[in-house]
């Protein structure tokens, strides 16, 4: 029953927003009442506790509007100052073909962006540039989401790992006893490794996963079998991005396999495309913008761009603030002393100890992506020499769209930060865990013995309520590395097990309720967020459930567990191709 109830503002959130389409702001006060009411009258949480949690979600929630708002800022100034178009010029000059464009935009760019921020970074800057690059806004949204998986774990400079596990592992004398000779930081390097070969050979397809989402969805033909067609590209481009990313996971640790597999990714894949390498025969381009549905559009306006106009910038002169941006983040990530004082007490507001909880919130506005965003649009001022009108429009413009987001994001963050803290605040006799972990710990009682297939989906799970693959480690990794330790297995395998915790953690921001909410509001594309997951959901799917495939056959052994994680693939993008067939005839035949 407890677990039913644990479960019921997920199923919320799901029914309301995915299976009805609700708008988030709608599905999310449902469900934050839902969870509220629950963890007060069922797990005794405390009036206490759920307004210090309902109080710390309201912060994080202006700091993710924070960054919403520079995200469409910036867009705004490259629009206003013209040099949007030499950014849109440059990236046809390379290839008209929007299956390519998705590819290194997303998957390469964003994935170079995620290493370097993380914290939902990758859909605030690449979602607003394919907008401007002529994508619908659904599917702008859609394409940054789905590569959100690959980097994650290595996101702002390895933090899901160094963060995320190494405080879900550490100060347990269990783990500690049972790893030694290893400490705890040479166990993390292994656990890192593990990740860096999971992620590997399941991420290598997501750029052909994209590839047919893109044309199943947003093509004329409405065809998946489109999208594959470009698979020597996309297999090339995937192998481009992971096979230097494993190598880095491997021996160099958790900071940089994503910025040095995006980074080398984009050296070999761009100049590979103006070449004509690998490229498929056929452009892919979406249909005529009169004959968009409606849920594809956004709030901001889609700018129809002369080919006849000269732009008034160089393609490297125009691109100069995403290479500002990336500059930043990596100057701000990357040297110990700054990042120090970025994050010091003296720059750091702190809200401790709220209504006399053990829960605390800060802000730290300069170590924000949206301060780097901010500094780099008034760069822009000068650098494109934009008049005040064009400034006040641009300023104007993001202000408005920042505030229609605001509603879905200051209603579903805080009901993630009530179930995550939801747990028994004073003694009663059916004192029970926080939700999210009672859910985790049902969930190992029912599948003791394929605990590797299961494993995944609890790392996705707490992705999906927290929005943070940082968040779902510390919460699941020593309950994932327990629970492997009581079904038998050793300390490697062990590590196996804490791997698929992060991989599935990275999968679930595919769909994470408040990425979904940020991504989609810097592209205007308000109370339509379900749409979104409904598309994510798909290729998180596949995900989690072959990093299953891969944690049983690697952990047990056995042909039939190997056999299926090579079929399992094979069968998705199968069941994908003849069901977009289907779909295609039928609406031929009305």
């Not at 605030?124 to 702008?140: E, H, K, N, Q, T």
């Not at 009682?445 to 989906?457: E, K, M, N, Q």
Request: hydrophobic share 55%.
């Amino acid at each position: 029953m407890f677990t039913f109830l644990a479960l019921m503002p997920i199923l919320t959130v799901f029914i309301l927003l995915v299976v009805l389409r609700l708008p988030a702001k709608y599905a999310m006060t449902a469900s934050y009442l839902v969870t509220a009411l629950l963890a007060l009258f069922v797990w005794h949480a405390g009036a206490a506790q759920v307004a210090a949690a309902t109080t710390n979600g309201i912060i994080v929630a202006l700091t993710i509007l924070f960054i919403v708002f520079s995200a469409i800022l910036l867009l705004n100034t490259l629009k206003e100052s013209g040099a949007m178009l030499a950014i849109r010029r440059g990236f046809m000059d390379i290839t008209p073909d929007r299956r390519v464009q998705a590819i290194i935009v997303a998957w390469l760019f964003c994935s170079l962006v995620e290493g370097s921020s993380g914290y939902g970074t990758p859909s605030a800057v690449g979602a607003p540039l394919l907008l401007a690059l002529g994508f619908p806004a659904m599917a702008a949204v859609m394409v940054v989401l789905i590569i959100q998986s690959t980097p994650v774990s290595f996101g702002a400079v390895g933090t899901p790992l160094l963060l995320g596990v190494w405080s879900g592992i550490d100060n347990k004398q269990d783990l500690a006893d049972s790893i030694q000779p290893l400490s705890i930081s040479d166990y993390l390097l292994q656990i890192t490794a593990n990740v860096g070969l999971f992620h590997a050979l399941i991420g290598v397809l997501i750029p052909l996963i994209l590839s047919a989402f893109l044309t199943r969805f947003f093509g004329e033909k409405k065809s998946f079998v489109e999208g594959l067609k470009v698979w020597p590209f996309a297999l090339f481009a995937g192998i481009c991005f992971t096979l230097p990313y494993y190598l880095v996971a491997k021996y160099l640790g958790p900071e940089f396999p994503s910025l040095v597999g995006g980074f080398i990714g984009l050296l070999i894949i761009v100049p590979a495309a103006k070449r004509g390498f690998l490229m498929p025969k056929e452009i892919f381009d979406f249909g005529p913008r009169e004959s968009w549905d409606q849920d594809w559009l956004g709030t901001l306006a889609q700018e129809d761009f002369d080919n006849s106009v000269a732009p008034k910038f160089s393609v490297l002169r125009a691109f100069s603030p995403y290479a500002i941006v990336i500059g930043l983040l990596i100057i701000t990530r990357v040297i110990e002393p700054l990042q120090a004082f970025l994050t010091g007490d003296s720059t750091t507001i702190v809200f401790s100890n709220l209504f006399g909880t053990e829960i605390s919130s800060k802000v730290q506005l300069l170590y924000s992506p949206g301060t780097i965003l901010i500094i780099t649009s008034l760069l822009c001022m000068g650098i494109y020499g934009m008049n005040k009108g064009q400034v006040k429009r641009s300023w104007s413009v993001s202000a408005k769209t920042m505030v229609a987001a605001a509603p879905a994001l200051l209603l579903s963050v805080p009901m993630v930060q009530v179930f995550i803290n939801s747990g028994s605040s004073i003694e009663v006799a059916t004192e029970l865990p926080a939700m999210p972990i009672l859910l985790a710990q049902s969930a190992a009682a029912a599948f003791h013995d394929t605990w590797p297939l299961v494993s995944p989906w609890i790392g996705a799970m707490g992705a999906f309520i927290a929005g943070s693959n940082t968040i779902s480690n510390m919460m699941f990794s020593y309950f994932q590395w327990s629970t492997a330790s009581q079904i038998g297995l050793n300390t490697d395998l062990a590590a196996q097990v804490v791997a698929l915790q992060a991989i599935g953690g990275a999968a679930g921001n595919m769909i994470s309720v408040h990425n979904v909410v940020a991504a989609c509001a810097v592209v205007g594309l308000v109370n339509k967020e379900g749409y979104v997951i409904r598309k994510t959901l798909v290729a998180m799917t596949y995900y989690v459930v072959q990093a299953g495939f891969l944690g049983m056959a690697v952990i047990f052994g056995g042909v039939i567990w190997w056999l299926l994680a090579v079929i399992w693939p094979i069968l998705f993008l199968t069941v994908m191709s003849v069901t977009s067939k289907s779909t295609a005839s039928k609406s031929s035949s009305i």
